[in-house]
């Protein structure tokens, strides 16, 4: 299984962006796909989540109703579109997969067996 993150780059207070998360190898060990961000002297943190095969999808309650995990079965892509963003946002942003959780465990690092490579995002005010 590996993993493809872009789509990260520098955007003004309230812009958008949107990352992509490209899934090669797909098997049950990619049924969860999730997006965390780590910011300089933080710890890792939950974004978002979706099931790639029931939709179902979670957010962190600080980003609800301003970012959107979806997803493309052709071209094995998950994205997370950004809007709103705030300065706050800034991080490097790492998609991950793992095989199918229940929808509490899909914010916990833990149910994560593969990661990408980080994408820089990057929120000036």
């Known amino acids: 299984v590996q993993l493809q993150a872009s789509g990260g780059g520098l955007v003004q207070a309230g812009g958008s962006l949107r990352l992509s998360c490209s899934v090669s190898?797909?098997?049950?060990?990619?049924?969860?796909i999730g997006w965390f961000r780590q910011a300089p002297g933080k710890e890792r943190e939950f974004v978002a989540a979706?099931?790639?095969?029931?939709?179902?999808?979670i957010y962190a309650d600080d980003v609800k109703g301003r970012f959107t995990i979806s997803k493309d079965d052709a071209k094995n892509t998950v994205y997370l579109q950004m809007n709103s963003l705030k300065p706050e946002d800034t991080a490097v942003y790492y998609c991950?997969?793992?095989?199918?959780?229940?929808?509490?465990?899909?914010?916990?690092?833990?149910?994560?067996?593969?990661w990408g490579q980080g994408t820089q995002v990057t929120v000036s005010s």
């Open positions: 991950a997969a793992g095989p199918r959780a229940i929808i509490s465990f899909m914010s916990n690092g833990a149910a994560y067996r593969n």
């Open positions: 979706i099931r790639w095969r029931e939709r179902n999808t």
């Open positions: 190898g797909r098997t049950f060990s990619t049924d969860t």
